[in-house]
């Protein structure tokens, strides 16, 4: 089994030092056969260089990196299309979740064989949520039911930072999104699932916190009409 895992990045100079390091050890740990490819996001701090620098001796770390910055989604779509593991999986820069997970979300696709794509939850670990502000946590729990309505989707988290997917489904999947913003997450739930793949949630917690570029109400009121508009083209863009 050949692993990927994708780290989509965008000005991450402060962190990525040590990020590139403590995934690139982990995985080296873990795993015989993997890469790790980071998906530069037209930064301009120059943290894609350090990535180089660190390949320079671990040819298993990649880095794909384009010029103009055009969001989370358009990172995550180029990393996983190049990607050429059994299973990859994509989780933050800022190791949010942990190094952990990745060998969780490995172990979840071995025990579960039908299951093709595995979505991360915050709802499902009582403390999923431990350090977000109250006013985030209650927002975030409205919203995610209010988008699985809206999307037309049973997921206790489909904002969660963490997903994995099997090799085969990948090109499947991306070759049909291009959401390049953050509501990339429910065009990759919904075209998986209108394609027929399986979904598993899997309990996760965020055990690094950092200061939160989401603008709580402004982002959440453009992802609704995001998640309008996607089912409508998810709908014509699978054919069943
Ligand atoms: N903010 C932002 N992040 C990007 C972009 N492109 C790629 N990323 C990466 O996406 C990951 C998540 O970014 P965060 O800013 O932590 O966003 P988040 O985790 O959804 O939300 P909070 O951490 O709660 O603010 C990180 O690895 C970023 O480097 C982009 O255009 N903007
Ligand atoms: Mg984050």
Redesign the pocket.
């Known amino acids: 089994m050949k692993l990927s895992v994708i ?6 100079a402060s962190i990525i030092e040590n990020s590139v390091a403590c995934f690139a050890e982990y995985l080296k740990e873990n795993f015989d056969d993997y890469e790790l490819i980071f ?1 530069d ?3 301009v701090d120059g943290c894609g260089d350090v990535v180089l620098d660190y390949a320079k001796n671990d040819p298993c770390v990649k880095l794909i990196r384009y010029e103009k ?8 779509r180029t990393g996983m299309t190049a990607s050429t593991g059994d299973i990859a999986v994509f ?4 190791i ?1 979740f942990g190094v952990d997970v990745i060998g969780r979300v490995v172990k979840y696709f071995e025990d579960n064989g039908d299951v093709d794509v595995v979505v991360g939850s915050r709802n499902l670990s009582k403390d999923g949520y431990a350090g ?1 502000t109250k006013l ?1 946590v209650i927002a975030s729990k409205i919203y995610i039911k209010l988008l699985g309505v809206l999307g037309g989707f049973r997921l206790s988290d489909s ?1 969660c ?1 963490v997903k994995g997917f099997r090799g085969a489904a990948i090109k499947d999947i991306f070759s049909r999104c291009e959401t ?3 509501a990339f997450d429910l065009e990759v739930i919904m075209t998986a699932s209108a394609l027929g793949y399986k979904t598993g949630e899997l309990p996760v917690k ?1 055990i690094n ?6 603008h709580v109400f402004s982002d959440s009121f453009k992802m609704l009409a995001d998640v309008v508009r996607i089912r409508r083209r998810v709908r014509k863009t699978v054919k069943k």
Do not use: L, W
């Open positions: 780290i989509p990045m965008y000005n991450e998906a996001d037209g930064s910055n055009r969001g989370k989604g358009c990172a995550v989780t933050d820069c800022d949010a977000y985030r904002q930072g390049d913003g953050f965020i916190h950092r200061k939160s570029s989401v």
